[in-house]
């Protein structure tokens, strides 16, 4: 069943660096219209968040919509974690305590990653992501996540975040994009694990401030 397929391969596809959903894991030479009906299945079910990506990160997101790029994250963090760690079927409660404890060697990224995808879809954004491959270093980006301003303007319409789970991180895309989007974004966001401030014209926000954006 491609449904079963698909919601199996969601926790290793997020455990990727750049966590976009390779098709080829679920069939050598797939394509995404034999399988866009069950993503769209999952999604209307509310089992998992598609995140898409947006080409050109200017005034419309939805304009510059990639469907056959895609992040799938799931609807509920809780159910992450249950279907990463069921090799038996059950998943214990000590699972949880190490998790919450930091004691257990886990990619934190896919998990805070999948929080604040959550927290976005929950306020009413719909998910847009931005990835660009390129031999050139300076257009090589990846933006976690893109909202769109409520009312649309001429200019700056576009926030790009990226979400951070260690302490120690590096900014080359959010940087990158500043320099190259400048007239088209506004507000880039770091979510991280410690306090607010503005820097360098990058606002640091919390992630339990997420659902404010």
């Not at 069943?1 to 290793?12: A, L, T």
């Not at 896919?110 to 929080?115: F, G, H, K, S, T």
């Not at 879809?121 to 847009?128: D, E, I, R």
Request: charged share 25%; aromatic share 10%; glycine share 4%.
């Amino acid at each position: 069943d491609k449904v079963v397929s698909i919601f199996d391969q969601i926790p290793p596809q997020l455990s990727k660096h750049e966590k976009k959903f390779r098709l080829s894991a679920l069939k050598p030479g797939a394509k995404y219209r034999d399988w866009d009906d069950a993503f769209f299945w999952l999604k209307d079910a509310r089992v998992v968040n598609i995140c898409y990506n947006s080409t050109e990160p200017n005034i419309g997101l939805k304009m510059n919509e990639d469907r056959t790029t895609l992040k799938c994250y799931m609807n509920d963090t809780g159910l992450l974690i249950s279907h990463a760690f069921d090799e038996k079927g059950i998943v214990s409660s000590e699972i949880y305590q190490k998790l919450l404890f930091g004691k257990l060697e886990v990619n934190e990224g896919m998990l805070i990653e999948n929080i604040v995808a959550q927290m976005l879809t929950a306020s009413g954004n719909k998910l847009f992501f931005y990835s660009k491959s390129s031999e050139e270093a300076e257009n090589r980006m990846e933006i976690d996540f893109l909202l769109q301003k409520d009312k649309v303007t001429t200019r700056h319409n576009i926030r790009p975040i990226e979400v951070k789970s260690g302490k120690n991180y590096t900014l080359s895309s959010i940087t990158k994009c500043m320099k190259k989007f400048g007239e088209y974004i506004i507000s880039p966001t770091v979510l991280h694990a410690a306090d607010y401030k503005v820097v360098d014209g990058i606002t640091y926000l919390p992630l339990y401030m997420t659902p404010l954006l």
